[in-house]
Antibody, heavy 123, light 108 residues
Framework: QVQLVQSGAEVKKPGASVKISCKASGYRFNYYGIAWVRQAPGQGLQWMGWISPHNDNTYYEQNFQGRVTMTTDTSTTTAYMELRTLRSDDTAVYFC????????????????WGQGTPVTVSS | EIVLTQSPATLSVSPGDRATLSCRASQSLSSSLAWYQQIPGQPPRLLIYSASTRATGVPARFTGSGSGTEYTLTISSLQSEDFAVYYCQQYNKWPSTPFGQGTRLEIK
């Protein structure tokens, strides 16, 4: 079955960077895009972006442009999301999610999700 | 950029009753709309895609409908496990901010 297993909780100081991994299994990794979504405490879902493991094509949400980098490693079927210059309002749970549509050139919808990685940014 | 507006923000319904949740888009989505359920402490769960297609394993009491800019998620005969937060998400146009702000469905 499809599984997305994310790396563990992180505590960072303002100005630092965080890199979260999302290990995928149970499907052909190259065929499906991976999205990153975050959720601040008590808030709704916030889209961060999407990457295609097939060609590394990315869509980044405008508010994160220049601060986020999404990558994939097809040899280990792992996706990564790095967020730089962290601020206190980056404190959130970060989710990876698998696109439902194989070979999609743009993001669609997401039917498998990682368990979430809590990130706390505090001095 | 497409903006999704969900209403109401909070909906109070009794178990066994019907709930109707709305998602309005600032531009036509051509039925490229999905619905998710999120229980606190868990990741979202895909319920509906293409506006009206239930995802695998989703009970028949969940029904998606709509077209153009107006979409609805109807949950008939609410069960205890249905009380959660529901989000709509568009995938018609990118780049975008695709999620609505959510509707909290609470027990009346």
């Amino acid at each position: 079955q499809v599984q997305l297993v994310q790396s563990g909780a992180e505590v960072k100081k303002p100005g630092a960077s965080v890199k979260i991994s999302c290990k995928a299994s149970g499907y052909r990794f190259n065929y499906y895009g991976i999205a990153w979504v975050r959720q601040a405490p008590g808030q709704g879902l916030q889209w961060m972006g999407w990457i295609s493991p097939h060609n590394d094509n990315t869509y980044y949400e405008q508010n994160f442009q220049g601060r986020v980098t999404m990558t994939t490693d097809t040899s280990t079927t792992t996706a990564y999301m790095e967020l730089r210059t962290l601020r206190s309002d980056d404190t959130a749970v970060y989710f990876c999610a698998r696109d439902r549509v194989a070979g999609a050139p743009t993001p669609y919808y997401f039917d498998d999700w990682g368990q979430g990685t809590p990130v706390t940014v505090s001095s | 950029e497409i903006v999704l507006t969900q209403s109401p923000a909070t909906l109070s319904v009794s178990p066994g009753d019907r709930a109707t949740l709305s998602c309005r888009a600032s531009q036509s989505l051509s039925s490229s709309l999905a619905w998710y359920q999120q229980i606190p402490g868990q990741p979202p769960r895909l319920l509906i895609y293409s506006a009206s297609t239930r995802a695998t394993g989703v009970p028949a009491r969940f029904t998606g409908s709509g077209s153009g800019t107006e979409y609805t998620l109807t949950i008939s005969s609410l069960q205890s496990e249905d009380f959660a937060v529901y989000y709509c998400q568009q995938y018609n146009k990118w780049p975008s901010t695709p999620f609505g702000q959510g509707t909290r469905l609470e027990i009346k």
